[in-house]
Each structure stands twice: as C-alpha cells, then as structure tokens.
C-alpha cells in the first residue's frame, strides 16, 4: 500500500517543502526553510485578522502608504509580522513591501543572504471591515547583487526569475498556494493542529471557463476595445464564452476562484485617469507572483500587449493593466489598448 493512503496519513507543509527540495539539485535548505517562514508569517496574520473584530486592529492607522492610500492597522501588523520573521535569518539580501517606499535593508547586525523577498502583506484590506477575505501575495527571486546588503536593482527584476512565489488567503479558512517552478500547491491550514496541510497538488486551470472578475464601475473609462472585449465575454454570438460577473475587489479571492473554477480577471487602464492610465495594480507585488502562479497551472497572464513575466521593472511600485487566467481568454485579450 503507498504510504500516501495509509489511514491518518497526511502531508504538511513542512514535509512538502523538504520533499521538493530534491527537485533543486543545487538547494542548500534556505529556499525551503524562507518559504515555511512565510508559511509561519500567515499563521500569526490568520491568528490576528480572524481576532479583528474584536481586538484594535480594524480601521484606518491615520496615515498613507506611497500609493496615497489609507493604511489599515491590519497591513501594517501583517507588513511587521513578515519583516520580523524573515529580516535576521541570513537567508535575505533585500525585502520590499507595498508598505514601504524604499527597499527594505537587512539590519547590520545580521548576515545577508542569496534570496530577495517582494510581498503585499495584506491585499484587499480595504475590504478588512467588510469580513471580505483578504491575503498576502509573495515572491521570492535570488540575488543578482555581489555578496553584502541588497541592492534596488536585486528587486528590480522580471518576474521570469522568480524561484518561487504565492499567496495565503484569510477566508473561511486560510489557504497557502505556492510553486516552486514546478506545478501549483495548496495547503489549508489545520486550525485544530496548528499546521497547513496538503489539499490540492498539481491545480491547473480549467479549459472550460466559467467566471470573469473586472470592475465594471469603472468600464466607462477603458479603451473602445476593452469594453468590446467585455462585451464578448458575457456573449454567447461569435464565440463568445457566456461568462458569469464575480468581483470581490480583493485581488487574491478573484484570483484564487477563477483557477479553481475557470475565468479570467482582468483591470485594464483607465483613460483620463492620471494614475491609472498603467493600471491600478503593482507588478513587483501582485500581478509578477500571480502570473508567476497563472502560468504554472496552465493559464496566462497579460498586459494586452504581452506577457507580464516579460515586463521590465523600472520602480519599486510599478503599475500595470493585467488579464490573468484561462489561456483562451487572455489570447483574445492581448492586442486590445490597456489605455
């Protein structure tokens, strides 16, 4: 009998991990222990958001973030947790957060590593209020920096070198989705043990869609081609799919159904909007990891006009127009003006 269907046999998290290190010929054991300290991070956040309503820690902190966007108490506590877990382990070069402006240096006092850390420590949390699930978006590249404190030019790379990257989503329960560049994982938090444990190996996105994700509040301000394109989305004439709407406004859940179920979520460039005429969505922290993701269970992720894997960083806090999911549907994407 396989050891995998022995009664009470179940794999974690840990055990997963260590089990794939094999998979790397040239691991030296950080990779795998960086991404159980992450693993750790969303315990400590899962514990304090499933609190929220009854701690202080929901609300607005008073202050913005470089975006100009309110930030919540639960961001900054979620922003803290990652930095203390991960800043002294010797594993890290550089982090960089939504949160933050600048690169995040290691301390002097620890020693640096060969991996660099990027993250949104809590997407959605403008939904945190609302009890709309919300969750950390991570990637994790190595180092193209010379031995010694990491360098902006470390976190300014493709999203092509990610090594490994994920998200953990705070909902009914809390699921950790990650791949190492072999396949998509998800784990489901065990509240009762304390542990994340295997639920889904080898997800891949269906090829029969069934939802599309866009907020349609704004559709008046994208291009004539997006709009057509959204058209033919909901249509059932010249091919079109026939879609169902579902939109949360947090990036994570929308992502997190359309690879399980099928679909495609997109937020185009809004025109006359100064801000958003590149997208309202950060590459370096939500669309580079989540494509990374996409593309690994067999999906696609686009600007319009080409892969975001391909997208050069410039700055830390880049935006860019994105359509993620089904194959099929993202092709029919690309070509259409984001602006």
């Given at each position: ?38 693993a ?33 108490k ?18 890290l ?25 990027l ?30 404190p ?133 590459l ?26 391909d ?29």
């Amino acid at each position: 009998m396989a050891q995998q269907n022995m009664p009470g046999y179940v794999t974690t998290i840990e055990r997963f991990i260590l089990e794939r290190q094999g998979l790397h010929p040239e691991a030296t054991g950080d990779l795998t222990t960086l991404l159980y300290d992450i693993a750790l991070a969303g315990k400590l956040i899962q514990a304090h958001t499933s609190q929220a309503g009854l701690t202080e820690v929901i609300g607005v902190t008073g202050t913005t973030n470089v975006h100009g966007e309110a930030v919540q108490k639960l961001d900054l506590l979620a922003d803290q947790i990652i930095i203390n877990l991960t800043d002294h382990t010797g594993r890290l070069a550089v982090l960089g957060s939504e949160e933050s402006e600048e690169i995040i240096p290691i301390p002097d006092k620890y020693p640096t590593g060969k991996y660099v850390l990027l993250y949104d420590p809590l997407d959605g949390s403008s939904n945190i209020d609302h009890n709309v699930s919300v969750g950390t978006i991570f990637a994790i590249y190595r180092r193209v920096s010379e031995e010694g404190p990491g360098t902006l030019e470390d976190c300014l790379q493709k999203g092509r070198n990610i090594v490994a990257a994920g998200y953990i989503l705070f909902g009914t329960s809390t699921i950790l989705v990650y791949s190492d560049g072999h396949g998509v994982s998800s784990f489901t938090l065990d509240p009762q043990i304390g542990e994340f444990l295997l639920s889904k190996s080898n997800i891949r996105v269906p090829d029969k869609p069934k939802y599309y994700s866009a907020n349609l509040g704004y559709q008046r301000r994208w291009s004539e081609g997006v709009q057509r394109y959204n058209d033919w989305l909901t249509s059932k004439e010249n091919d079109g799919p026939n879609l169902s709407l579902r939109y949360t406004g947090s990036l994570v859940a929308d992502f997190h159904r359309n690879m399980l179920s099928g679909g495609i979520f997109y937020y185009p460039g809004e025109m006359g909007h100064p801000k958003k005429t590149q997208g309202k969505l950060r590459l370096l922290y939500e669309l580079n990891p989540l494509a990374f993701l996409s593309e690994q269970a067999g999906g696609t992720a686009s600007t319009g006009r080409g892969p975001i894997l391909d997208v050069q960083p410039t700055e830390l806090h880049q935006r860019c127009p994105v359509f993620i999911g089904n194959t099929r549907l993202v092709k029919q994407a690309v070509g259409i003006s984001p602006t």
